[in-house]
């Protein structure tokens, strides 16, 4: 775990750096095509049921979640996604500010996705198998995205996140890094096709 907080730290850190010209080139787009912030923050369930703000480019217009569907977004043509959020979510280049999350270590660069703490469940309804998912910081990536993403229930994605935690180990989490690269290039089940329950902002 030392490891892994380390080459989170690093990662993360170089990410940042690497990906910094993107970050103001999507911030200005953000900012120039549609009102409200920059940024988008929602409180998350981390490790241990802890809760802290998660940080993505706002891809949705302002209060989106009390509009239409909520949290629920079934597809790429819901009217609350602006034009660069439509790219965004595509590309999932949404989700390069959660590096400062990882820095400041609410989140890994892998591990199961936070989900929001009333949905689907507040923390004490877990049961006691579903409330291993939070023994472990929860990441940008995990075991889940890159084998059904959006494409199945919250209760199936947590049974995934389970078998991570159990299976945890460093190789593991290189080969997922790797597998993200690839789901990302092919945009696969962003909005979960099949019987999707996807959360905003997945």
């Given at each position: 775990?030392?490891?892994?907080?380390?080459?989170?730290?690093l990662?993360s850190l170089?990410?940042?750096?690497?990906v910094?010209?993107?970050?103001?080139?999507?911030?200005?787009?953000?900012?120039?095509?549609?009102?409200?912030?920059?940024?988008?923050?929602?409180e998350?369930?981390g490790?241990?049921g802890?809760?802290?703000?998660?940080?993505?480019?706002?891809?949705?217009?302002?209060?989106?979640?009390?509009?239409?569907?909520?949290?629920?977004?079934?597809?790429?043509?819901?009217?609350?996604?602006?034009?660069?959020g439509k790219?965004?979510?595509?590309?999932?280049?949404?989700?390069?500010?959660?590096?400062?999350?990882?820095?400041?270590?609410?989140?890994?660069?892998?591990?199961p996705?936070?989900?929001?703490?009333?949905?689907?469940?507040?923390?004490?309804?877990?049961?006691?198998?579903?409330?291993?998912?939070?023994?472990?910081?929860?990441?940008?990536?995990?075991?889940?995205?890159?084998?059904?993403?959006?494409?199945?229930?919250?209760?199936?994605r947590?049974?995934i996140?389970?078998?991570?935690?159990?299976?945890?180990n460093?190789?593991?989490?290189?080969?997922?890094?790797?597998?993200?690269?690839?789901?990302?290039?092919?945009?696969?089940?962003?909005?979960?096709?099949n019987?999707?329950?996807?959360?905003?902002g997945?």
């Open positions: 775990m030392f490891v892994k907080r380390l080459i989170d730290l990662g170089i990410g940042m750096i690497i910094s010209p993107i970050v103001i080139i999507i911030a200005l787009s953000v900012k120039l095509t549609s009102k409200g912030p920059v940024f988008f923050k929602q998350r369930l490790k241990n802890k809760v802290f703000k998660i940080i993505k480019f706002r891809t949705m217009v302002i209060n989106a979640e009390k509009m239409g569907h909520g949290l629920k977004v079934k597809n790429e043509s819901d009217e609350r996604i602006t034009r660069v790219l965004l979510r595509a590309s999932s280049l949404d989700e390069l500010p959660q590096l400062w999350n990882v820095l400041m270590g609410d989140m890994s660069l892998v591990g996705r936070p989900p929001v703490p009333y949905h689907p469940y507040k923390y004490e309804e877990y049961n006691s198998f579903q409330c291993k998912r939070f023994e472990m910081r929860p990441g940008i990536t995990g075991l889940a995205q890159v084998t059904v993403r959006n494409s199945v229930s919250w209760d199936e947590i049974k996140d389970v078998e991570y935690i159990e299976r945890f460093l190789w593991l989490d290189i080969k997922i890094l790797f597998r993200t690269v690839i789901k990302v290039i092919k945009c696969e089940d962003i909005y979960g096709q019987k999707k329950e996807a959360l905003q997945k």
